[in-house]
């Protein structure tokens, strides 16, 4: 699996944690493109959006569809109270 996040430092925290998965940033969520994203071809592929950015990215993986094996992460989603969604939370937040 290589799991997708919005930011760098998530991905670099959550390699520290989960060091058997190939963990990718898109840098900002509007870089998560099927152009940009040739690498992932015949890959299974898992999306950790950020707290509030859900919607979005399941645009992005219908997108991504096309190219990969693609789902994505609800963890945060069904796990955050009010104020983390208001936040914005990702999943480095919840690492650290």
């Known amino acids: 699996m290589w799991p997708i996040v919005e ?3 998530t991905a670099v925290l959550a390699n520290a944690y989960f060091p058997q998965f190939i963990w990718l940033a898109t840098g ?3 870089t998560l493109k099927q152009e940009y994203a040739q ?3 015949g890959r299974v592929v ?3 959006p950020d707290l ?3 919607k979005d990215w399941e645009k992005k993986a219908d997108e991504l569809s096309k190219l990969c094996t693609v789902s994505i992460s609800s963890l945060l ?3 955050a ?3 983390e969604k208001e936040k914005g939370l ?3 937040d919840y690492l650290i």
């Open 7 to 9: 930011a760098e430092k």
């Open 28 to 30: 900002m969520k509007a």
């Open 39 to 41: 690498c992932l071809k």
């Open 46 to 48: 898992t999306l950790f």
């Open 52 to 54: 509030g950015a859900y």
């Open 77 to 79: 989603e069904s796990k």
């Open 81 to 83: 109270d009010q104020r």
């Open 90 to 92: 990702d999943l480095a």
